[in-house]
């Protein structure tokens, strides 16, 4: 199963980015019934967004301390913060689509003026930088899981590695710039 899963990481790249943004444009489109869902109680519910926030401060940390681990030359550290990183996403991203199928999406509390030309072009980025790292996550990820790291300098890992990081980063970055916008600046 290792040997075919190295030599079909753009596959398996593939499958895990479809499967995964089907399940969050799903989830966002209303596909996903919530009655499928234990429902938290509703000061759970209410505090997963500040959980969220949290969640994607470490991450920035965590995928920060990896990039120097690795530029440091120490691949332990640099594997172990990685995983930590998509283990926080992975987190992040539950409790978010949790919410989001129970509670729905968060109505914007400001004036229109800012709803329009400040929150929903920075949401849009956000978004879009959010989408687009997922396949260039699970791509680098997969090849660090299928290889030695010794193999990994024959690879485009460093060059995935690198774009998933700036994404993921200031996917991070913008998300909390949501939160902030959506339960304290307004």
């Known amino acids: 199963m290792r040997e075919w899963a190295r030599e079909n990481v753009p596959a398996l790249t593939a499958v895990a980015s479809v499967v995964s943004l089907a ?21 759970a519910l209410a505090a997963i967004p500040h959980l969220n926030a949290a969640i994607s401060a470490t991450a920035i940390a965590t995928i ?17 913060f990685m995983l930590a990183s998509f283990a926080l996403f992975s987190a992040f991203l539950a ?23 400040l929150y ?8 879009l930088f959010a989408i687009v790292c997922i396949p260039f996550v699970f791509h680098a990820l997969f ?3 299928t290889r030695p790291y010794e193999e990994l300098y024959h690879t485009r890992h460093a060059q995935v590695g ?21 339960y304290h600046a307004f």
Not at 30 to 35: L, Q
Not at 64 to 80: D, E, F, K, M, P
Not at 97 to 106: E, F, M, N, P, Q
Not at 169 to 174: D, E, K, P, Q, T
């Open 23 to 43: 399940l969050v444009f799903g989830a966002v489109g209303g596909a996903i019934p919530s009655g499928l869902l234990p429902r938290a109680s509703d000061a």
């Open 64 to 80: 920060l301390l990896g990039w120097r681990a690795i530029s440091r030359g120490n691949v332990r550290r640099h594997r172990a």
């Open 95 to 117: 409790g978010y689509l949790y919410r989001l199928i129970l509670v729905g999406t968060a109505e914007f509390p400001g004036p229109e003026v800012a709803y329009t030309y």
């Open 120 to 127: 929903l072009p920075f949401l849009a980025i956000h978004i």
């Open 143 to 145: 090849l660090a899981a």
């Open 162 to 182: 690198f774009v998933a990081a700036l994404l993921w980063l200031v996917s991070f970055a913008m998300g909390i710039g949501v939160y902030v916008m959506l």
